[in-house]
């Protein structure tokens, strides 16, 4: 799989939303990157319960969640709960 060991090797550069070149993709976006590539593709940023199932249809392999499982009352339990809707979606 040759894009995986190019991913592999190489120090990527991920923007910042205090960059210059940050953007949002966006699901378009999402599912372009998947249509484009050989290796995996993950979501991540502003991952919501609720866009789990658009985010899996747009081809992406997962969703990288941080601030809404530590934001959450119990992370736990919602750290279950994307894993749920995920397998569900």
Do not use: C
């Amino acid at each position: 799989m040759r894009g995986w060991r190019e991913l592999h090797w190489r120090r990527l550069r991920v923007p910042k939303p205090d960059q210059a070149d940050y953007r949002v993709t966006g699901l378009d976006g999402l599912r372009g990157i998947v249509r484009s590539v050989s290796i995996p593709v993950y979501a991540i940023g502003g991952i919501t319960l609720e866009s789990i199932p658009a985010i899996k249809a747009a081809g992406a392999w997962g969703a990288a969640v941080i601030s809404g499982i530590l934001a959450a009352k119990d992370p736990v339990k919602m750290a279950r709960a994307f894993v749920e809707a995920w397998e569900n979606a």
